[in-house]
C-alpha cells in the first residue's frame, strides 16, 4: 500500500512578519543608500573640480547637435 506524503502546511503570516520586513528594508535603505549616491555621483559628476567649472561660468554657447 503507498501512501501519499504529506505536504507540509504553510505557516500563516503574523502581525510580526510586517514588522520585520519593514525593518528589512529600513535597514537596508540606510546601508545601501549611501553607498549607491556615493557610486552615482561618482559616474555622473563632472571631471573638473567645482571652482573651474565657476571660473569658467555657464554663459558658453550650447554646440549644435
Given at each position: 500500500m503507498r501512501v501519499k506524503a504529506?505536504?507540509?502546511r504553510t505557516r500563516r503570516?503574523?502581525?510580526g512578519d510586517a514588522s520585520v520586513?519593514?525593518?528589512m528594508a529600513v535597514m537596508m535603505?540606510?546601508?545601501f543608500g549611501p553607498v549607491i549616491g556615493v557610486h552615482l555621483i561618482a559616474a555622473f559628476a563632472a571631471?573638473?573640480?567645482p571652482?573651474?567649472?565657476v571660473a569658467r561660468?555657464?554663459?558658453?554657447?550650447l554646440p549644435p547637435g
Open positions: 504529506r505536504r507540509p503570516s503574523t502581525p520586513a519593514l525593518i535603505t540606510l546601508v571631471d573638473v573640480p571652482q573651474e567649472m561660468g555657464s554663459g558658453a554657447a
